[in-house]
């Protein structure tokens, strides 16, 4: 077919009817089937609406929408918006909810911007108005069940689940002094009770609740955000910490990070419970444990605890419930968990400290599991439990002095013993040196900070004998060379963070022997050294000028300025030297090697 008859042919065409060709003969086009006119039809606006409603310009105008009528629904504490001002509240929270929960929070970040922002500007018109609150819980949270798990635990950006996590606290923590109101549909199938008397806020926090007998074991990826919500409402103030105490928070999520309901056990192998740790030890230092607590002392009343909440002005929002004193001062699971998974947070430190106060059994079982895990814990992974043990015991009430005894010399057991410090080091210093280094670096810290241990090693023999073997070995380590030894410099490898089992001769572990020998006991004083219950023998006939040498030194080491500071690893100036710089190791030495030769090693 040449060009001219293919041209004459597309003039022909048509999509139907009647048409006249150009000889004027009438011909009759079959017309198009109307289905198939409606599906190509509703397929092409369909292209248009959505090509005009996910464009940067369509949600400009959203944003711009919603935000105008901000001023004209915002009214001071304790005042109420006019009858227009609510219908206004009203039509822009609607408007809002089906833009966010259909498109807007579906879109990506470079789309729809924060979507924090877009939080802040809907909470504007959920502050005032609790008509507009209770809508849009029913209609956009309550009416569609399964919202609350795919926006807090299901949605993969994680801006909208803290977003929408906002908004339920918001409208949470606004709807408290809200009236009663009928307990929704969904929670009907969870076995949680109700108040008849429970309001909006309530309704809410139990809907996120119930996600834990079923969803959170399903979709355990995102379990941070989730229960970020309980850590965020509790933040709020007393009245929250209240509420959550109420609807037996504190217990229930105790019972998910022991496995142990209310649903099935977290299916995800790395479940992230960071935050539930937060929200149990905020709740629980909110409660009063006093009736655990005893002195020392026969006779004398327990300390008041230091270490409750210093929101609550010191008084407790209510009793500890039995249940949850159950798990934390009976059965001792969650305590391991918490020790093991959260060792880091501040809000675990809290926790212990506020549980060990006067309380010699919780103080028993968290230095039962510290000493096990400091004793058999990958090297780089001490620290965490080295910094627990010793804020617990430099705790100042009654029952200090026991702890420090036991992390010392370690907790004798019919079953299982735990070794003391000073143990761990004698038996980590030939194949694992840096524990044993991380042992004398915390003993350091703790008898420079607490008058309480260094009075204990200065009256104990047994102790000063092996804190002087200790400072002996590390003395003895870091001044050898060998293969694996590197040379004092700030490239050396670290001692805590680093992999490896050799001591690094790093410009840390040059200071820790500093401040170790600074600590050590006078030898002058040394009833321990003599013979007596020790059976050591002292050094007979001891350089007297030797020792006032080594106390002369160590007083102006301590001195510092432009004496020198052992602290900081400045030489110190010997008198009668021509004023040559000499090192704090070196002034020790002989008189290591003297105790050294005076003391015999314990069995």
Known sequence: MDDTGLARDME????????????????VQPTMPQPIERSILKQNVKFLHNRNQFSAEYFSFMRKLIQCNAPYVTVG????????????????????????????????????????????????????????????????????PTRFSEYLLECPSAEVRQ?????????AHFASSDPACPTPSCLSNVPVEVSPTSGLSDHLLLAVLALLWVEVSEHGRHLSQYFNLFAIYASLGTAEKTQLLKLNVANLLMSVALDDGPGPPIKYQYAELGKLYQVVSTLVRCCDVSSLAQ??????????????????????????????SDLLFNRYGYLKKLIEEANQGEDTRRLLQFCCWENPQFSHAVLYELLWQIAFAYTYELRPYLDLLLHMLCMEDSWQTHRIHK???????DHSSRDGLFETIQRSKNHYQKRAYQCIKMLVALFSQCPQARSMLEGAGDLKRKWTWSVEWLHDEL?????HRAPYASTAGSNETANGYFLERSHSARLTLEK????????????????????????AGADLEERKEFSAGRTLARQGGSAGSITH??????????GAAVSPTQQNKQRMRRRRDAITEPE
Not at 12 to 27: I, N, T, Y
Not at 517 to 536: K, Q, Y
């Open 12 to 27: 022909g065409l048509s999509v139907g009817g009647h048409h006249v060709d150009k000889q004027g003969v009438h011909l």
């Open 77 to 144: 504490q304790g005042e109420k918006l006019s009858q227009d001002s609510e219908e206004l509240a009203m039509t822009t929270v609607q408007l809002a909810s089906a833009f966010l929960f259909t498109v807007g929070f579906h879109t990506k970040k470079s789309l729809r911007g924060n979507a924090t922002d877009w939080y802040e500007i809907l909470s504007q018109h959920l502050r005032c108005s609790p008509a507009t609150r209770s809508w849009f819980s029913s209609n956009v949270l309550f009416s569609q």
């Open 163 to 171: 977003a929408v996590s906002k908004l339920i606290v918001f409208c």
């Open 295 to 324: 002195s020392s002392t026969e006779g004398q009343p327990p300390l008041a605890n230091q270490y409750m909440d210093p929101a609550l002005n010191h008084t407790y929002i209510m009793p500890i419930q039995p249940a949850v």
């Open 407 to 413: 992390a010392l010399k370690g907790i004798p057991d």
């Open 479 to 483: 001044e050898r060379g060998g293969g």
């Open 516 to 539: 170790a020998c600074e600590l050590m006991p006078d030898e002058d004083g040394e009833e321990g050294v003599g013979g007596g219950a020790e059976g050591v023998a002292t050094v």
């Open 569 to 578: 690893g400045v030489p110190v100036q010997r008198e009668g030297s021509g």
